[in-house]
């Protein structure tokens, strides 16, 4: 069954698209340095910490120590490994096989 986002729209396929394109890291950073602010970059990395940490059974407390995230993010990145889209899920499957080849 193919996902359908309540989210979709062109500009965002587009968006898909060029960041599909991106070949390597160097390729992302620039990218992303162009479009996002640091501080937006610094929360998309951190809330993939907190899915991770919370993935791997760490309790928000210890999460919260490590990471400075809230704990209203925690919890709403909770929220969406338990009843979300699967995509936080996808992305750390993968990068869990990633981690095993090396």
């Not at 479009?35 to 993939?48: G, P």
């Not at 909770?78 to 996808?90: R, V, W």
């Amino acid at each position: 069954m193919k996902y359908q986002s309540k989210i979709e729209s062109q500009y965002l396929d587009q968006l898909f698209d060029g960041i599909l394109s991106l070949k390597n890291r160097e390729e992302c950073y620039r990218f992303f340095e162009d479009v996002c602010t640091i501080n937006e970059l610094q929360s998309i990395a951190q809330r993939l910490e907190v899915a991770r940490l919370l993935d791997n059974s760490y309790t928000y407390h210890e999460i919260e120590k490590d990471t400075q995230a809230s704990t209203a993010t925690i919890s709403r990145i909770n929220k969406c490994l338990l009843y979300g889209a699967d995509g936080y899920k996808l992305v750390l499957d993968r990068l869990y096989e990633a981690k095993e080849k090396e």
